[in-house]
């Protein structure tokens, strides 16, 4: 079982993990999420958890929460995914209304 998946696409580097902190359900040895970005290992760190649909960039690291796909969410968000595009010479991560089909948020890699 693999809680913190770090994998590198097309010479992005990319932590998915279920949460962005330290959790009580880590297993011994998986990388804390903030460690890697404080120290530039990770380019984005994709989440969830939350549901909350949340792109922000701190640093030189992208944070990525795409949200939920449920009509209804008890946070009280419409439902959202995150599309990425990647090239070797950079890339855009949307964050998408599911319903309207309209971005919401975007940033670049």
Do not use: C, M
């Not at 890697?36 to 989440?47: C, E, K, P, T």
């Not at 939350?50 to 009509?71: A, M, T």
């Amino acid at each position: 079982i693999v809680n913190r998946l770090l994998k590198e696409i097309e010479g992005h580097r990319f932590l998915f993990t279920h949460t962005d902190q330290p959790h009580k359900n880590d297993l011994p040895g998986d990388p804390d999420p903030q460690v890697l970005a404080r120290q530039g290992l990770v380019d984005v760190v994709a989440y969830g958890h939350s549901h909350i649909p949340d792109i922000r960039k701190e640093g030189n690291v992208l944070w990525l929460n795409p949200g939920h796909l449920k009509d209804n969410d008890k946070k009280g968000h419409d439902p959202t995914y995150a599309v990425v595009e990647l090239s070797s010479e950079g890339g855009s991560i949307y964050l998408v209304n599911l319903k309207s089909q309209v971005v919401v948020d975007s940033e670049t890699i």
